[in-house]
C-alpha cells in the first residue's frame, strides 16, 4: 500500500542552524501539509501546499520556515535558523484531492532536536 | 487553541468490550471530522471520517457518531482487542483543509 516517506527520522542541530526536512508524498496525491507535535502537546497546522504554491499556513508557519517540492516526488521544508522551541516531531502528510475526499495520510514523522 | 476537545486522556477496557472515545467541539464551521491511530514514534494512522451531513458512519469494528447540536463526536470499537491500544486524536476540517486536532486519548485494552 502506498505510504507517506519521511527523511531523517531524527535530526539533531544547534541553534541558529537551517535544517531541511524531507518528504514523500503518496505519487498521485495533489496537496501536501506539514504539521508539528512539540512534547506533550497537540500536533498543530504549519502549512499546506497545492499547485506549487502555498494554499494556507498558520501563524506558526513564519519567516524562517519555507516549504518547496524541487521535484516531482519530493516535498521539503525548510527551518532557516532554528530555535530551541522548534524542537519537535515533524510530520509530512498528503491528501488525493477529490472533491469528497478529506483523508490525510500522514508520514512516520522526523524528530527534530535543537540544542 | 481549544477548538477540538478530547477530555478523557486515557480510557482502559477489557478485550471483547467496546471502546468509546469522544470529542467535543467548538468551531460550529467544522464539517468533516476525522479519527486518527497513532503509535509510538509512528505518524497517525487515518481509521474513519464523517462529514456532517451524516450523524453515522461504520467501518468494521469502527463506528463514528456525530451530534451537531451539541458539537460532539465519539468513535466507537467493538469489540476492542490488545492491537487497539493507541493513542487516538479526533480531528476536524472547517473551510480550507487544515486539521485542527484534539489532545488524544491514550486506549489501552487488557487482554
Known amino acids: 500500500e502506498p505510504e507517506v516517506t519521511q527523511t531523517p527520522s531524527h535530526q539533531v542541530t544547534q541553534m541558529g542552524q537551517e535544517v531541511i526536512l524531507r518528504c514523500v508524498p503518496i505519487s498521485n496525491h495533489l496537496y501536501f501539509y506539514w504539521y508539528r507535535q512539540i512534547l506533550g502537546q497537540k500536533v498543530e497546522f504549519l502549512v499546506s501546499f497545492y499547485n506549487n504554491e502555498i494554499s494556507e499556513k498558520s501563524e506558526i508557519f513564519d519567516d524562517q520556515f519555507s516549504v518547496e517540492r524541487p521535484d516531482g516526488s519530493n516535498f521539503t521544508l525548510k527551518i532557516r535558523s532554528t530555535k530551541l522551541e522548534d524542537s519537535a516531531m515533524y510530520f509530512c502528510?498528503?491528501?488525493?484531492?477529490?472533491?469528497?475526499?478529506?483523508?490525510?495520510?500522514f508520514g512516520p514523522g522526523t524528530r527534530l532536536t535543537v540544542l | 487553541d481549544q477548538q477540538v476537545k478530547q477530555n478523557s486522556p486515557s480510557l482502559s477496557v477489557q478485550e471483547g468490550r467496546i471502546s468509546i472515545l469522544n470529542c467535543d467541539y467548538t468551531n460550529s464551521m467544522f464539517d468533516y471530522f476525522l479519527w486518527y491511530k497513532k503509535y509510538p514514534a509512528e505518524g497517525p494512522t487515518f481509521l474513519i471520517s464523517?462529514?456532517?451531513?451524516?450523524d453515522k458512519n461504520e467501518d468494521g469494528r469502527f463506528t463514528v457518531f456525530l451530534n451537531k447540536s451539541a458539537k460532539h463526536l465519539s468513535l466507537h470499537i467493538v469489540p476492542s482487542q490488545p492491537g487497539d491500544s493507541a493513542v487516538y486524536f479526533c480531528a476536524a476540517i472547517a473551510s480550507g483543509s487544515r486539521l485542527t486536532f484534539g489532545e488524544g486519548t491514550q486506549l489501552t485494552v487488557n487482554p
Open positions: 464523517i462529514s456532517s451531513i451524516k
Open positions: 502528510a498528503s491528501r488525493r484531492g477529490t472533491s469528497d475526499n478529506n483523508e490525510q495520510f
